[in-house]
């Protein structure tokens, strides 16, 4: 990838929640856009951190002792072989940042 | 770290340009905010992608062949070994993403 990404315009192109679409690499990480809404699965990433970065709307990540509340601008990383299960009560979108090899629900069935 | 991170707040705690402020960490990358304007010095990075993300106003990379212009909300990869120069004529907001032991001017002179 060489040329430069409008995040909007790349959320735009799609309508799916829960859908991840690459929209750069940076070295081995994948660059993500997401639409979510309602609440993931529970799932930990044993080998690696996951960066989540809001750009539209609230997101919660719960933690099995809290949850972490991100607004629009805010980000957080989930400590690898930390369970997490996001949820948004509205549609929000959200760059994920993350090894290119890191599966969408960790160690929870895909 | 295990707190979320409010990027607005974070860029609120400095006045200082070109002054890189790391907020977070994902695995061995480290994320950066910084405040830049003006013009920075050509460099390369020659072991790694170096991710800009605008978070405020404009900034332009400048490559050796073409500038690449980029608002808010918009990023780029800039990739290994590539020389870049990064400008803004108004004050603008980064977020930086890069492995932790990356140098700010790369090849050129700390």
């Not at 690898?80 to 929870?108: F, M, S, W, Y």
Request: glycine share 6%; proline share 4%; net charge negative.
């Amino acid at each position: 990838m060489d040329t430069k990404v409008n995040l909007t315009d790349e959320l735009a192109r799609f309508t799916e929640q829960w859908s991840p679409h690459v929209v750069g690499r940076l070295n081995d990480y994948k660059l993500v856009v997401v639409k979510v809404q309602g609440e993931f699965v529970w799932h930990t990433h044993g080998e690696t951190d996951e960066l989540f970065v809001v750009l539209r709307g609230r997101v919660t990540i719960q933690l099995r002792d809290r949850d972490v509340e991100l607004a629009e601008g805010e980000l957080f990383v989930v400590p690898r072989g930390v369970e997490h299960c996001p949820k948004a009560e509205r549609e929000a979108h959200v760059l994920l940042i993350e090894p290119a090899n890191t599966a969408q629900k960790g160690d929870a069935a895909q």
